[in-house]
């Protein structure tokens, strides 16, 4: 075969990218991150992190470093405007699932996974992917604008909801060539503050859900009291679906919608003044998966986004994209010495990966329709109340065992980890 520039050629440098060249780093398989952008721009504000993705990182030793900039969330509170329903303790999830949920800036997980994955040096920035060419005899390749060009034993699209690798791959095989996601009609708000000096350390560590008429709206807990918001409402008027992300909107226009909203942290009770504190805001477009594509096809697979993008209600999407990295891992590591023919080993990451991010693209649906009350019948309403206000919190923590127990990891690189297999004591 000629020659290649690394056995693995990853197109995408998001949670899902990163993540998988860092395995790569550390199990030494030689990588390649191509990235579109010029510097890096992690999409939104900040990121809540579950005992699922925790695992891998902590492997990576990224888990140390992100606890010392992040929140652990200890309580969940339930408005139902400026009503109390509920809350909700989260101190058991630790203890039952090894890690807890963790609220970070967005940037600062980016900049740490950039780190841990080699930054400029086998991250080549300004590399925006046109097309992949995976023909017998040859190695694959991945071709850009500038009519540059990568080869490489495997490529992996993690390049995001509006993947060119699945497009290729769509266009191979003579299917549907544009990307099968749809626009749900909903708009995401999101900023993070500077450090909320009305609040203190009774406030550290809990997020909220805001139910209000109109819209919903989650605030999450980060380093110093800082908050990241994000808010869901209906798109109104003119809404370019193309577009996943705008920041040219202003805190201005989210006051508009949430300005007089009740939040327990804000001065006076008004969401607005927690909004002027904004150091960064940003908006874009929910979508949702309709035909799940499959995950690989020859030499070439999907992660991430790219594969499965879900609503973020759930606040999974970074979290499965972390899961796919450290599955895919694992089989690159088992299978090292094979890499140059590797449809079986891309057929069995698929087959290990496609049901449950199946699932939990279409749990994120339903729950989006749980957590805005539009469930059929109109039932919504009751039902929301019900789960809400009235289930204990020792329900949720064994009920979300389906998803926190399954924390896939990189055998290979199990004397970097600060657990044992077994969740839930710490190595000595
Ligand atoms: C408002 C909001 C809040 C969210 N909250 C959470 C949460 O709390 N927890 C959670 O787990 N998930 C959350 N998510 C989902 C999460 O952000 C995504 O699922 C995650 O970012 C997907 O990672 P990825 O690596 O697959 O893709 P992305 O992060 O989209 O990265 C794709 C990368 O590929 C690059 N790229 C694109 N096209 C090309 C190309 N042609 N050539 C080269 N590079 C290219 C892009 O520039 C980008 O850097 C949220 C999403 C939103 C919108």
Same mark, same amino acid.
């Given at each position: 075969?000629?020659?290649?520039?690394?056995?693995?050629?990853?197109? =995408?440098?998001?949670?899902?990218?990163?993540?998988?060249?860092?395995?790569?780093?550390?199990?030494?398989?030689?990588?390649?991150?191509?990235? +579109?952008?010029?510097?890096?721009?992690?999409? /939104?504000?900040?990121?809540?992190?579950? &005992?699922?993705?925790?695992?891998?990182?902590?492997?990576?030793?990224?888990?140390?470093?992100?606890?010392?900039?992040?929140?652990?969330?200890?309580?969940?509170?339930?408005?139902?405007?400026?009503?109390?329903? @509920?809350?909700?303790?989260?101190?058991?999830?630790? %203890?039952? #699932?090894? #890690? %807890?949920?963790?609220?970070?800036?967005?940037? @600062?997980?980016? +900049?740490?996974?950039?780190?841990?994955? =080699?930054?400029?040096?086998?991250?080549?920035?300004?590399?925006?992917?046109?097309?992949?060419?995976?023909?017998?005899?040859?190695?694959? +390749?991945?071709?850009?604008?500038? /009519?540059?060009?990568?080869?490489?034993?495997?490529?992996? =699209?993690?390049?995001?909801?509006?993947?060119?690798?699945?497009?290729?791959?769509?266009?191979?095989?003579?299917?549907?060539?544009?990307?099968?996601?749809?626009?749900?009609?909903?708009?995401?708000?999101? =900023?993070?503050?500077?450090?909320?000096?009305?609040?203190?350390?009774?406030?550290?560590?809990?997020?909220?859900?805001?139910?209000?008429?109109?819209?919903?709206?989650?605030?999450?807990?980060?380093?110093?009291?800082?908050?990241?918001?994000?808010?869901?409402?209906?798109?109104?008027?003119?809404?370019?679906?193309? +577009?996943?992300?705008?920041?040219?909107?202003?805190?201005?226009?989210?006051?508009?919608?949430?300005?007089?909203?009740?939040? %327990?942290?804000?001065?006076?009770?008004?969401?607005?003044?927690?909004?002027?504190?904004?150091?960064?805001?940003?908006?874009?477009?929910?979508?949702?998966?309709?035909?799940?594509?499959?995950?690989?096809?020859?030499?070439?697979?999907?992660?991430?986004?790219?594969?499965?993008?879900?609503?973020?209600?759930?606040?999974?999407? /970074?979290?499965?994209?972390?899961?796919?990295?450290?599955?895919?891992?694992?089989?690159?590591?088992?299978?090292?010495?094979?890499?140059?023919?590797?449809?079986?080993?891309?057929?069995?990451?698929?087959?290990?990966?496609?049901?449950?991010?199946?699932?939990?693209?279409?749990?994120?649906?339903?729950?989006?329709?749980?957590?805005?009350?539009?469930?059929?019948?109109?039932?919504?309403?009751?039902?929301?109340?019900?789960?809400?206000?009235?289930? &204990?919190?020792?329900?949720?923590?064994?009920?979300?065992?389906?998803?926190?127990?399954?924390?896939?990891?990189?055998?290979?690189?199990?004397?970097?980890?600060?657990? &044992?297999?077994?969740?839930?004591?710490?190595?000595?």
């Amino acid at each position: 075969m000629a020659a290649i520039d690394a056995e693995i050629i990853i197109v =995408g440098a998001g949670i899902g990218g990163l993540t998988l060249a860092t395995i790569c780093r550390q199990l030494g398989i030689s990588y390649r991150v191509l990235e +579109r952008t010029e510097t890096l721009q992690p999409v /939104g504000a900040g990121i809540s992190l579950a &005992p699922n993705a925790l695992r891998v990182l902590d492997q990576l030793s990224i888990y140390e470093k992100l606890l010392q900039a992040s929140q652990k969330l200890r309580k969940l509170q339930i408005w139902r405007n400026n009503r109390r329903w @509920n809350t909700l303790s989260l101190d058991t999830l630790e %203890p039952t #699932y090894g #890690y %807890p949920i963790l609220s970070t800036e967005r940037h @600062n997980f980016h +900049r740490l996974l950039y780190a841990a994955a =080699g930054e400029g040096e086998d991250v080549v920035l300004n590399s925006k992917v046109v097309d992949v060419i995976d023909a017998p005899g040859e190695p694959v +390749r991945v071709v850009l604008d500038n /009519g540059k060009e990568f080869r490489g034993h495997i490529v992996i =699209g993690a390049d995001g909801i509006r993947s060119a690798v699945r497009r290729a791959l769509l266009k191979k095989n003579d299917l549907n060539q544009g990307n099968t996601i749809q626009f749900t009609g909903r708009v995401h708000f999101s =900023g993070i503050t500077s450090p909320l000096r009305n609040c203190g350390a009774k406030e550290l560590g809990v997020a909220n859900w805001m139910l209000y008429d109109q819209a919903i709206l989650t605030t999450w807990p980060c380093q110093d009291n800082r908050q990241w918001y994000i808010g869901v409402k209906k798109a109104e008027g003119d809404v370019d679906k193309n +577009r996943s992300v705008w920041s040219s909107i202003t805190p201005g226009d989210i006051k508009t919608v949430y300005g007089r909203a009740f939040h %327990p942290f804000a001065e006076g009770g008004q969401f607005g003044n927690i909004v002027d504190k904004s150091e960064r805001v940003i908006a874009s477009n929910v979508f949702q998966e309709v035909e799940f594509p499959s995950m690989y096809d020859g030499r070439v697979a999907l992660l991430g986004d790219a594969a499965h993008s879900m609503t973020s209600f759930f606040g999974q999407g /970074g979290c499965q994209a972390i899961e796919d990295a450290a599955v895919l891992g694992n089989l690159l590591a088992e299978n090292r010495t094979s890499l140059d023919s590797a449809h079986e080993l891309l057929s069995m990451y698929a087959k290990t990966r496609e049901s449950r991010t199946k699932d939990l693209s279409r749990f994120s649906d339903s729950f989006a329709l749980l957590h805005t009350a539009q469930l059929p019948y109109g039932t919504g309403p009751f039902l929301r109340w019900l789960l809400y206000a009235l289930v &204990p919190t020792w329900f949720w923590v064994s009920y979300l065992g389906w998803l926190y127990r399954y924390q896939p990891t990189v055998a290979a690189l199990d004397s970097n980890s600060n657990k &044992p297999s077994a969740y839930g004591k710490k190595k000595a």
